[in-house]
């Protein structure tokens, strides 16, 4: 219904006469340099300077062992995030649409907390914790190995799946679950039938949401990293790694290769994207 | 439980070291004032331009505005790090400066006034317009009088969080501003470059500040949204 008018609102204005007055070419235009100059220049110039030499240099600069080893690093700590990642998000979402419980804005409140922080400072608690000396003595070495990278990466992305499912859930009510479970459903039942089919849209913006952070943190993961190549090194540590080095056409493949995620991201970003 | 406890391992560990000794120290003091100021210029512009471009997003019609719409959340989508290698390649001239820090807040944090105010825009029945324009308003006084009072909260907390996300903001300043203490170092190059050095308990001080500042953001936005 809402759509609907939406829709034939969208089309008076397309069809204003006098649509295209100066004032909105002006408008239009300062939007459009203001996009152009601060994102499409720079990403299209680091294009350009990534392939200028040809595709050879950049195949030789991405398939170097380092290289390989940063880029399977990458996908590994991905993967081990975001599905720790959408397991806990689903959960605490359910938890914040359907549970009745004392404190419950505070987890409302704090769930957010991860974006808020600096990933420095992310970086620097994990480091306090399970660092030399800790609060949490583990049996195996977390800073600077790859719990710690995972550690790290799960904290900046934690709140994508939960924030996208949330609103998912409360919008469609649970009256369809209460009928499942009148009608016999256990509760797993319930949630694999009804609950996990209408939130899997939101689920699935979620997921695409933390795997872009998690494949493109930088900050927390380079606290508590240690930097060793071809052991600790994820692919935008080695582009730093690569700048400081004055490898400057290495840091810039490695750029690319990100960048080339960060556009497939986006692709799938705005099919999924919830309306 | 994962986040709490490693947040508070950070203030327990400021109060160690003499807090206010840590963060009144001349580097400690600059590195904050320069986030804090830059994040405000950076939340103003992103107020403005922001709108603007949701406003050209939602009521103006040109070939491509599909893929402008989507490349708002490019930001978003890419690696902070690459974004300051991008915007070094392009801004060379203005390298290792405040400019540099500005440009490069600008665009990791441009997407949020834009999503904040986009679907407000969406919603807004332009029939109040039309209403104020058959009245013989001018299109600035219908603006100023009947869009902006609706959009002025998805402003002002897409603004707040850009804040937020500008005062924490590590990976795309720390190629471009050069670091220079007391110029061009951010509050959070400080705390890294604080940790790297193993003085540990200054770079938790620091930290502390800055997530106070995150917690004031957050309950504000909250506020503002209730």
Redesign the interface.
Known sequence: MRATT?AA?SR???NRPG?DSP??LV??F???G??GA??????G??FY?TFEHGLGAVWDSVTTPAAISAFWLTVEVAVIAVVLNTVFGVIAALTLARGRFRGKWLLD??I??????????????????YGRD???ELPFEVIFSLPGIV?AT??VS?PFVVREVTPVLREIGDEQEQAAATLGASGWQTFWRITLPAIRWGVTYGVV?ST??A?????AV??VSGKVAGETMT??LL??QR?TNYDLAG??AA?AL??VI??A???V??RVRPR | MIVLIPLAAVVVKATEASFWHAVTSPRALAALELSVGASLVVAAVNAVAGTLIAWVLVRDRFAGRGVVNALVDLPFALPTIVAGLTLLALYRDVAYTRWAILLALLFVTLPFVVRSVQPVLIELDPEMEEAAASLGATSAQSFRRIVLPNLWPAIVSGAALAFARAVGEFGSVVLISGNIPRKTEVAPVFIFGQIESDAVASAAAISVVLLAISLIVLVAIRRLDT
Not at chain 1, 38 to 43: I, M, T
Not at chain 1, 121 to 127: E, K, P, T, Y
Not at chain 1, 215 to 219: A, K, L, S, T
């Open positions: 939406r609102r008076r204005w397309g649509g004032g909105r408008l239009r300062a939007a459009l203001y996009l601060l994102l499409l220049a720079p990403v110039l680091v300077r409140a704090l957010d907390l991860p974006f808020a922080v600096s990933p420095v400072v992310i970086g620097l608690a994990l480091v306090l914790v800790g609060w949490i550690l799960i904290f934690l949401l872009a952070r494949i493109g943190e930088f900050g380079s606290v692919l935008t582009v730093e700048f840091a810039y750029s990100l960048a960060a556009f991201t986006l692709l970003m705005t």
